[in-house]
């Protein structure tokens, strides 16, 4: 079989599956989450490439339009029968386990990503490669790294980067984000704050602090609270590779208020 280019120890393709993990996090997280869909910061440009091409390369059939469009509907109508993917309306177990499937019904609803889509301009990238082989990245990222790592490594990181939106964005983040955990913030939807500190998934686990303040670049709200997240924003804000756009004046300890979030014809 194979070895590929770059012979891998068992601790070599863990440390490969945490860096792509990280990576993933970053790009979901800060860029699709934080920056696409909700405005709070902007990155250089350099950065905005760098991000779509990990996206186009370690998902299937994922578009920054669509997976914004789906998310600002999720606000708009959080936990409602309107909601894409509600643990409240479509059961925990249905989230965890086909909330990828959700995203996809959502995303092909053309009505829907006209309305929320809103300011997501799809350049000439995305026309002739991210958007229009949207379903190839994936396999060329397997090629990639059969390549470089040899058959049976190359395949088991390609499969685990595959599964880290699916399972712990469209599963996790939806669905226990919504059941599990603390509220600063009382509102009509179920988000929930799953950790004060904010690392595995890059500050998302401060969900509810980010339903009550969703085009605040910052997510944590109490002095105990930490968003590794914000940390990164402010690194490279530093060195000038992002733009902080807002920071809600919750964040800097302010007594708390519920701010409903409306998406779609607004663009937030």
């Known amino acids: 079989m194979f070895e590929g280019f770059i012979q891998l120890s068992p601790t070599g ?22 920056s696409r869909s909700h405005r709070a910061i902007t990155f250089h440009p350099l950065l905005c490439q760098l991000f779509r091409m990990w996206i186009w390369l370690t998902t299937y059939g994922v578009t920054v339009k669509t997976w914004v469009a789906v998310h600002r509907k999720h606000h708009a109508k959080c936990d409602t029968e309107e909601d894409p993917h509600s643990p409240r309306i479509h059961g925990l177990w249905t989230i965890l386990s086909k909330g990828t499937l959700l995203y996809r019904k959502a995303a092909r609803n053309a009505d829907l990503v006209k309305a929320y889509g809103v300011g997501i ?5 995305d026309q002739h490669l991210y958007t229009k082989h949207r379903f190839h990245g994936a396999l060329v990222f ?9 058959v049976a490594n190359g395949f088991w990181i390609w499969l685990f980067q595959l599964s880290i939106l699916p399972f712990w964005a469209s599963g996790f983040i939806n669905g226990i984000f919504h059941v599990v955990g603390y509220r600063n913030f009382q509102s009509k939807e179920d988000s929930r704050n799953f950790f004060p500190i904010g690392i595995i998934f890059g500050g998302a686990e401060l969900h509810n602090n980010h339903h009550a303040n969703p085009a605040s670049a910052k997510l944590s709200m109490k002095w105990w609270e930490f968003d590794a997240g914000w940390l990164v924003i402010r690194t490279l804000s530093l060195v000038r590779l992002v733009k902080i756009n807002h920071v809600d004046r919750l964040a800097e300890g302010d007594q708390p208020r519920v701010r409903r979030h409306v998406a779609g014809a607004a663009g937030q």
Do not use: C, N, P, Q
């Open 121 to 125: 301009k799809e350049d000439w990238m």
């Open 13 to 34: 393709v863990a440390l490969t599956m945490a860096g792509s993990y990280i990576m993933t996090v970053f790009a979901s997280e800060l860029y699709l989450h934080r």
């Open 142 to 150: 397997l090629a990639v790294e059969m390549a470089l790592f040899g």
